[in-house]
């Protein structure tokens, strides 16, 4: 066989081989990294002496200013809101990126 074939199979085996090796290695880092994480915030909330009811009042406020964050930004577009009419060339704009004319 051609030298230069038999090399570009072994190359390709190398490589096979090495990504098989990652494909199991990256789920353990990834869980690592999860880990490393969780351990960063109970620091961070040991730190701060905060009671437990606090911490879940604070998140579930972070919660509802993101969605009012996106309900008012919906609104600001014209998701969801009927009242407001779409000017003609954002239709035109909308029907020409859809594919309609």
Not at 38 to 65: H, M, W, Y
């Amino acid at each position: 066989m051609n030298q230069r074939i038999q090399k570009t199979i072994d190359e390709i085996e190398r490589t096979k081989t090495k990504i098989a090796e990652l494909q199991v290695l990256l789920p353990e880092l990834e869980r690592k990294k999860t880990d490393l994480e969780n351990t960063e915030i109970v620091r961070l909330v040991r730190s701060a002496n905060v009671a437990p009811g606090d911490i879940s009042a604070f998140i579930a406020s972070i919660k509802q200013c993101r969605q009012d964050s996106r309900t008012q930004s919906g609104r600001q577009h014209g998701i969801g809101n009927t009242d407001t009419p779409i000017p003609p060339e954002i239709k035109k704009e909308e029907a020409t990126e859809s594919g309609e004319d």
